[in-house]
């Protein structure tokens, strides 16, 4: 009896090992990991590349005033580089015998007294480059007073490296800016035929749109455009991935909620944080990964932010 009861257990408990597997229902198993990510909109606007080259200010032009006549001066400029108005009185010169007539006291009252007083005066805009004779001395009539630069005479050299020599020429709109940021417009006046020989750099002159004061011999620069792209597609820097070579583009384009797909890219220009991709034709609604965008395959399920 005992040997029975046995072999039924056994049969039974074979049978159950041998069973058909139970079915996998994948609505048990666990969601896949996502990775988070934020997304950015594409930017369409015009762009342009600028090139900046180093200039010299320096004068075309500068005038030396001479004394009319022969006297005293009783008034002058204060220092070298004073700047000074059309029409502004510089210096006043007393004669010798404007002099004599006021030391007389018959004389000092009358009519006579008013003669002798000279006024020279500033013919143009500018800034004083030299004082050669100040107040209470003697000058001979033809000595000169001073040398002063004209506002309106002021130009820059340009030095172009001669590789960028088809993007300016003579007419060629352009910004001088100033060590202290100051930026004036300019225009490329003409071509002055020289180039330095170790350098290899053309020279050009630039002139100021407008009258203006800096010191001779100031260095500047000026800024010059050499590209432009119209309704260009901009994405920034951290949306452009690429290989290790540095000779294949691509972005994560979000086509979904949550599905990013690897789209290859052509770069263009590279304006401050955002670089131009001039293929394919993104448009302003696509959304391109721009966290959580490395190491991703080339179609990756994804998840935005903290959703």
Request: aromatic letters at 6%.
């Amino acid at each position: 009896m005992m040997k029975k009861t046995f072999a039924g257990l056994f049969v039974i408990l074979t049978l159950t090992a041998c069973g058909p597997p139970q079915s996998e229902d994948p609505a048990n198993d666990p969601p896949a990991p996502r990775t988070v990510v934020d997304t950015v909109a594409v930017r369409i606007r015009d762009i342009r590349q600028e090139e900046r080259f180093p200039a010299t200010a320096f004068y075309l032009e500068s005038n030396r005033l001479s004394a009319p006549i022969s006297g005293y001066l009783l008034r002058s400029p204060g220092e070298v580089g004073e700047s000074v108005k059309k029409g502004q009185e510089l210096y006043l010169i007393e004669t010798r015998e404007h002099r004599a007539i006021n030391a007389d006291e018959a004389l000092k009252n009358t009519d006579l007294a008013e003669m002798g007083i000279v006024r020279v005066y500033a013919p143009a805009d500018g800034a004083l480059l030299t004082l050669d004779q100040r107040q209470g001395d003697f000058v001979g009539e033809g000595a000169t007073l001073c040398t002063m630069a004209r506002s309106d005479k002021v130009g820059f050299r340009l030095s172009l490296p001669y590789e960028f020599n088809r993007y300016v020429q003579p007419g060629t709109d352009c910004i001088i800016e100033l060590p202290d940021q100051t930026r004036l417009p300019g225009r490329v006046a003409e071509n002055l035929s020289t180039t330095s020989v170790t350098s290899q750099t053309q020279t050009f002159l630039v002139k100021p749109l407008k009258p203006t004061l800096t010191p001779e011999g100031l260095n500047v620069m000026v800024i010059v455009q050499t590209q432009q792209y119209k309704q260009a597609v901009l994405l920034p820097k951290p949306a452009i991935l690429a290989n290790e070579t540095m000779d294949a583009f691509w972005v994560m384009q979000l086509v979904n909620d949550s599905t990013a797909v690897k789209i290859p890219v052509t770069l263009g220009l590279t304006t401050g944080e955002e670089v131009q991709v001039t293929h394919p034709a993104f448009s302003a609604e696509d959304r391109i990964l721009i966290e959580g965008n490395y190491g991703l395959e080339d179609t990756a399920f994804v998840r935005i932010g903290n959703r």
